[in-house]
């Protein structure tokens, strides 16, 4: 069965989350895990979380992905905003452990002035500062378009930050396509090689989630806007493939496209109908 879902807005909870994602044929989903602003975020209802745990095992759901509030930058200039980051980080993971074995996607954030070796040092003292041997949720570093002075536009940085990382095991990644694509990727005629680098360079087994968006932009541009599915420059035959890809077809796949509920329920409908199942392993 394909695992897709959508973004989905938390101020509910857990279980309005995941009716809705049942309401939208989903089986996962992506939610901030605060106002993208980096506001306090409300304490967890223990109830809720206990309940959904019980309603997305019923519901055959694969794992869900918390989304770090993107306006956070590990890597700044400023030693105030690196440890309002690693703060909010370290509260959020202390928080994901109410709905265990889940994933916490970042962004590595932009260096700014200082370049890319002291950008990716200090993403890697934050991780080293907050992963904790105990917890259950894998961090997810995100794939970037590389705009601006963003760290993880190549497979390279995410490399070097998970290298410099203790408790690395409890690291992974999530490639999203649009950002990909725009960082320079091509995933229309080179998915299979695009697949093999990121397995030369971080190894596959990294790869635990995709963000599946279509691009407003073309190949390489480093700009990060994401359209909806079939109607930017990837297209629906390229996306296809990336869900069906052998790498990749068992993983959790979240649109972020510019959608409502009644969209994203449709593009669901539409990769569902274009994934293929394997036969043989069942
Ligand atoms: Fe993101
Ligand atoms: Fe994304
Ligand atoms: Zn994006």
Redesign the pocket.
């Known amino acids: 069965m394909l695992n897709i879902g959508c973004h989905l807005s938390s101020s509910k909870g857990f279980m309005a989350m995941g009716e809705e994602a049942v309401s939208i044929g989903a089986n996962t989903f992506q939610f901030f895990t605060r106002n993208p602003r980096g506001g306090a975020a409300k304490a967890v209802n223990e109830r809720d979380a206990a309940d959904f745990i019980k309603f997305a095992e019923k519901n055959n759901f694969a794992k869900i992905i918390a989304h770090a509030p993107y306006t956070m930058n590990p890597c700044s200039a400023d030693p105030k905003i690196r440890e309002f980051t690693r703060d909010t980080m370290a509260d959020d993971l202390n928080r994901m452990e109410y709905v265990p074995k889940n994933y916490y996607n970042f962004h590595p954030g932009s260096h700014v002035k200082q370049g890319e070796d002291i950008g990716i040092a200090y993403i890697a003292e934050m991780l080293n500062a907050i992963i904790k041997p105990e917890q259950t949720t894998i961090v997810l570093l ?1 794939t970037m378009s590389g705009k601006g002075t963003e760290i993880g536009g190549n497979f390279s940085h995410l490399r070097n930050i998970i290298d410099r990382v203790e408790l690395n095991h409890k690291l992974g990644v ?1 490639l ?1 396509t649009c ?1 990909i694509w725009d960082g320079g990727y091509n995933i229309i005629d080179n998915l299979d090689d695009t697949l093999e680098e990121f397995d030369r360079i971080i190894g596959i087994d990294r790869l635990k989630a995709v ?1 599946l ?1 279509d691009s407003k932009n073309i190949l390489a541009s480093h700009k990060d806007r994401h359209e909806k599915i079939g109607q930017g420059n990837i297209g629906l035959d390229a996306l296809a493939k990336v869900i069906n890809h052998p790498s990749l077809k068992k993983l959790p796949f979240i649109l ?1 496209t510019p959608n409502e509920l009644d969209g994203y329920a449709e593009e669901i409908k539409i990769l569902r109908g274009l994934y293929q199942e394997d036969t043989i392993d069942k």
């Open positions: 995100e999530c999203d950002h963000h968006n972020e």
